[in-house]
């Protein structure tokens, strides 16, 4: 096989490629939000409160997003399915250490081994379609499939999850995310071709360690800043550094001979467009996995298994619509259901926040979700065509992990913004109601993190809080309360950013730059 060329396999068996790819596809995004609904449980067993809980969810999408431009790089150079398969043996030994974690800290290390492996698989999944699908609309009809595998692995995420949390425990995820690895591993090396494309000059080290360091620094800082303040030292120096890293990765990939992205490629407005789209929508839709999930959850008292009772319409949605935007694209182009996709995605978040004011009725905020679902479904699919198809075949993994880290970061922000708002919002909420009490000033950092843990560590001495014990367990109560304020504003925020992001397509890509006919 020349260093252009895909695998006579390719040809000979599309389909067969095209199952392993998704199932490589549905891995790693499962573990995006898999974990979710194990949040309440670990909070329980290893006495953590929110904000360290967003680092059990950010470990893997943080790395994932930080790891992903140098996989699909070194993807089109060593080959897409070589360096697919090493990133799987990495992902299955990241949960290993995550099942057999005693802590926190060894949780989130064995989260981020697996966001490395991650970040080394999937940009090979999309930029493999390109070759094993050459033709526009047959490949956009693989898009459907590829997004609905993504989409029904985002949403099964939490459904799954519920159902091995709820008959085996947290550390059962980590167990199901070994053998489904292993399985799909094998499947992998039978059935997915090899192809290459080596550029012409050495790799982009600087650009990896930079663009990963970016990510990294702000992230960090975004999360760090909730208890630090967002004015404190070591938090302004975070944002500092990650803004010399932006400017520096900038300058190198600029001057490199084989740049880890081409930052021309990003000016069409069809693939800018399309970027701003993934950020949003995967933005989005960490304010119900994250948010909402947390929520019903640690406020609410949802065991696993009616979570995933909640989750699963949501699932079944996300599928339909990536199927149906699949041949929607292959007919009209992408910029049409993109917008579609924004405005259903937006109007399902606004719903589902409606449906949780008050006494929550599981059955209209489920309908709620799965129309948030369709519209993030649908959306998958023309954002991810339009990148393909705007950048050259042979930078095909430069494409997927453009996209990709862009999905990523959205994901990541995401959970770090929103959880950074709910929490801070908790936090004040709780404060005022503690001074209307007459609490003393130095009791209430205790109140603050009994609520946010779910309940008062074990070992904690509460004599001093005995005078207090029914002004403190009226506050307690008023932590749900709290939790609600702050969820309220994330879904707002979420769905503003998506339908501005409708607004951008809207305006910034001409029809024919779209792909509409």
Not at 37 to 45: D, T
Not at 77 to 84: E, I, L, T
Not at 288 to 297: E, K, P, R, S
Not at 472 to 496: C, Q, R, W
Request: glycine share 12%; charged share 10%; proline share 5%.
């Amino acid at each position: 096989m020349g260093p252009t060329g895909t695998a006579p396999s390719a040809a000979a068996r599309p389909v067969t490629a095209l199952a392993a790819v998704t199932a490589v596809v549905f891995v790693t995004f499962l573990d995006t939000t898999i974990v979710s609904v194990a949040l309440g449980a670990i909070r329980n067993e290893l006495r953590t409160d929110v904000s360290t809980l967003q680092w059990v969810v950010n470990a893997y999408t943080v790395v994932f997003a930080g790891f992903m431009l140098a996989g699909g790089s070194l993807g089109d150079r060593w080959g897409r399915k070589r360096v697919m398969i090493a990133g799987l043996v990495v992902f299955c030994a990241g949960s290993v250490v995550a099942a057999l974690a005693a802590t926190v800290p060894l949780l989130v290390l064995g989260r981020a081994i697996m966001g490395v492996g991650a970040a080394a698989s999937e940009p090979g999944t999309l930029s493999l379609l390109r070759h094993i699908f050459p033709a526009e609309r047959a490949r956009a009809r693989a898009l459907g499939v590829w997004a609905a595998a993504a989409g029904l692995a985002l949403a099964a995420g939490p459904v799954l999850g519920g159902v091995l949390v709820h008959a085996y425990g947290w550390r059962s995820i980590f167990w199901f995310n070994l053998l489904l690895g292993a399985a799909v591993l094998l499947a992998a090396l039978w059935a997915v071709p090899e192809s290459s494309d080596p550029p012409d000059g050495p790799i982009d080290w600087a650009g990896f360690v930079l663009g990963a360091g970016f990510l990294g620094a702000v992230i960090y800082a975004a999360i760090a800043g909730e208890h630090e303040g967002y004015t404190s030292g070591p938090v302004l120096a975070l944002f500092g550094a990650g803004a010399v890293a932006l400017v520096a990765f900038v300058v190198v990939e600029l001057r490199a001979r084989a740049p880890v992205l081409q930052l021309r490629y990003l000016w069409p407005p069809a693939v800018r467009s399309a970027l701003v789209v993934a950020f949003a929508v995967y933005f989005g839709i960490f304010s119900i996995f994250f948010c909402t999930a947390l929520y019903l959850q640690v406020m609410q008292a949802y065991s696993g298994a009616r979570t995933a009772t909640v989750f699963a319409p949501m699932a079944v949605a996300i599928v339909a619509g990536s199927l149906a935007a699949g041949f929607w694209v292959a007919r009209r182009g992408a910029r049409t259901p993109m917008i579609a996709g924004c405005l259903v995605g937006a109007a399902g978040i606004l719903l589902t926040r409606y449906t949780l004011e008050g006494a929550i009725e599981d059955g209209p905020l489920a309908a709620a979700m799965a129309l948030a679902g369709l519209g993030f479904g649908v959306a998958v699919v023309p954002l991810t065509s339009a990148v393909l198809s705007g950048l050259p075949a042979e930078h095909s993994g430069m494409a997927a992990a453009a996209t990709n880290t862009m999905r990523q970061v959205g994901s990541a922000v995401g959970v770090a913004v929103l959880g950074a708002l709910v929490n801070s919002l908790l936090t004040a909420d709780l404060k005022a109601r503690m001074a209307e009490h007459g609490l003393p000033p130095e009791l209430q950092p205790f109140v603050v993190d009994a609520v946010q843990r779910g309940g008062i560590p074990e070992g904690t001495n509460i004599t001093p809080y005995l005078p207090y014990l029914s002004k403190l367990n009226d506050v307690l109560n008023t932590g749900k309360e709290a939790f609600h304020h702050g969820l309220e504003v994330a879904l707002l925020v979420s769905a503003i950013l998506i339908l501005v992001a409708a607004v951008v397509t809207a305006f910034d890509t001409p029809r024919r730059a779209g792909g509409d006919r």
